[in-house]
DNA sequence: CAAGTGCCTTTATC
DNA sequence: AGATAAAGGCACT
C-alpha cells in the first residue's frame, strides 16, 4: 500500500519516530517497524511516498498526524528565532496519535527514566503479558490491554524493571478496567477537564498528564514541562519571567506544582493552541544538539 | 573498567 | 505553600 503526499504536506517518518514521543517502534534497513493495537507493520518513506504493509491509509494518516495542517501550525509556533531554528532542523516532524490506554502506561513508567529505559519496559511488559505475533519472519508482542495487566502481580511487574512503579501501573490498570477511565470521553472533553480527570490516576502527575493529552488524545495545546524543557526555558526564555523566578528553578532538580503550572502556562500562552508541537520541535533540537 | 551521574517525576511527609 | 526525601535500575560517561 501506498500514500502519496502531497508536496505541501510537510512530513518526516524518521523525525516522528525518533524524537522520543513513542517507544515502540525500531528501524530495519529502510523500514520502520511497530505494533499498534494488536496489529503489527511497517512503513518507509520515499520522497513524498509512503510505503507500508499491513495496515490501512486511513489508520496511518489517522496515526502519524497527517491530517494536521503543519503548514498552518508551524506558522503558527514560529515567533522567535530560537523555535524557528528548531523547526527548520526538524520540518516534518508530527505528533502521533498514540493509543491512549499504552500511552498512559508508557508515561507513567516514563518517570526519572531515560529514553532506552523506557523502552525496555515497555518491551518487556509486552514480552511478558502482550500476545506474540510474528511478521516478517520475526516476533512483535502486543501491548497488553488492562484486564491482562489487573491480573498481573505487582511482583511480576517490577521484574520487567519496572521498579517502584509497578505498584502505580498496577493500581492504573484497576482503575481503567473499573471503566473508570473512558478515552473516548477524554478526547472529546477540553484540556483542562481531560488533564484533571487523568491526575485522579495513581502515578500521573502534571508531566505525565499533560504527554497523555498530547502524544494520545488530540490535546496539541498540551505543553509537558520535563527536565529538558526547563532546559530550553532557562537558556532561551528566561526574559518572560522574573530573575528571581529563574534563579530558584536552576538551583534545583524537580519542580513544585505550581513552578510547573507556571511553565506549562507560559508555553501554552506563548505558542498559541499548538504549543505541544512547539514543545516537541524544542524539546527534540535540545537533545539532539548536545 | 569501575564508579558516579542522570534520567521526558510522583508521592509522602513535614 | 513550599521544601525535602525516597523510590528501581539501567544507560551513559
Not at 490501512?56 to 494518516?61: G, L, P, S, V
Not at 511478558?128 to 505487582?154: I, S
Not at 498530547?214 to 532561551?236: C, H, M, Q, T
Request: glycine content about 6%.
Amino acid at each position: 500500500m501506498k500514500i502519496q503526499l502531497s508536496p505541501s504536506c510537510s512530513f518526516s517518518l524518521d523525525f516522528t519516530l525518533c524524537c522520543g514521543q513513542a517507544f515502540r517502534w525500531n528501524k530495519q534497513s529502510e523500514w520502520w517497524y511497530g505494533v499498534v493495537g494488536e496489529k503489527v507493520f511497517k512503513i518507509r518513506q520515499i520522497g513524498d511516498a509512503l510505503e507500508f504493509e499491513n495496515a490501512d491509509a486511513n489508520f496511518i494518516k489517522g496515526y502519524f498526524g497527517l491530517n494536521d495542517d503543519l503548514q498552518k501550525i508551524l506558522s503558527q509556533i514560529r515567533k522567535d528565532n530560537h523555535i524557528e531554528r528548531t523547526v527548520e532542523t526538524f520540518k516534518g516532524l508530527r505528533i502521533l496519535r498514540q493509543d491512549p490506554w499504552e500511552c498512559l502506561i508508557s508515561y507513567i513508567c516514563a518517570t526519572y527514566k531515560n529514553i532506552s529505559g523506557i523502552k525496555q519496559m515497555i518491551f518487556n511488559l509486552s514480552k511478558r503479558f502482550g500476545d506474540r505475533v510474528v511478521f516478517d519472519g520475526c516476533n512483535f508482542y502486543t501491548f497488553p490491554p488492562p484486564e491482562r495487566l489487573v491480573k498481573a502481580t505487582q511482583k511480576e511487574l517490577a521484574k520487567c524493571s519496572l521498579g517502584y512503579r509497578a505498584k502505580y501501573v498496577s493500581e492504573t490498570a484497576i482503575r481503567v478496567h473499573e471503566k473508570c477511565l473512558d478515552f473516548e470521553h477524554l478526547s472529546n472533553v477540553p484540556y483542562e477537564k481531560a488533564r484533571e480527570e487523568l491526575l485522579d490516576f495513581p502515578g500521573v502527575g502534571l508531566k505525565v498528564a499533560d504527554c497523555v493529552l498530547l502524544f494520545s488524545l488530540g490535546k496539541l495545546e498540551a505543553f509537558p514541562v520535563d527536565v529538558w524543557i526547563k532546559r530550553v526555558i532557562l537558556k532561551y526564555y528566561v526574559n518572560h519571567f522574573r530573575k528571581k523566578f529563574m534563579r530558584k528553578i536552576s538551583s534545583k532538580k524537580s519542580l513544585t506544582g505550581s513552578e510547573y503550572e507556571k511553565l506549562n502556562l507560559f508555553g501554552r500562552s506563548y505558542f498559541g493552541d499548538y504549543a505541544g508541537y512547539a514543545q516537541e520541535y524544542l524539546y527534540h533540537y535540545e537533545r539532539t544538539q548536545r
